[in-house]
């Protein structure tokens, strides 16, 4: 549903499974795909709120150097980026890579966007040389 745009409809599943998930996994999940939503309508504060609240489940049950963890911190860099928040961004996305530092080979292709995702940061701030 959130790949063809029915976004109230796939609100309404999202907050129906909810209701209805019985691990910390699942919840993590829905919240997750609850950020996605929000994004994508532009409600970034909303996304927000939803990833953290996934990012809070998530550190209570995974170890810190999670990959999924590592994704989380990338979502929520992306929305304070479009939201023009830099500094938030650029923390989030430290984070992410340095998570994806230690969880990944030093060659996979998941560190190369996080060096992009930090450069485009710095882009955005005027910073150019870094």
Do not use: W
């Not at 810190?64 to 963890?69: F, G, T, V």
């Amino acid at each position: 549903m959130l790949k063809v745009g029915h976004l109230d409809q796939a609100e309404e599943l999202y907050q129906e499974l909810l209701k209805n998930a019985s691990t910390d996994s699942d919840r993590a999940l829905i919240y997750h795909q609850l950020g996605c939503l929000k994004d994508q309508q532009g409600k970034y504060s909303a996304a927000v709120k939803f990833y953290e609240t996934s990012l809070e489940i998530k550190r209570k049950t995974l170890p810190e150097n999670d990959a999924s963890l590592a994704h989380t911190y990338g979502n929520i860099g992306l929305v304070y980026k479009n939201m023009g928040e830099y500094s938030k961004a650029l923390e989030c996305y430290e984070k992410s890579l340095k998570i994806k530092e230690i969880s990944l080979p030093p060659t996979h292709p998941n560190l190369a966007i996080s060096y992009s995702n930090i450069g485009l940061v710095y882009y955005n701030m005027g910073e150019y040389s870094k």
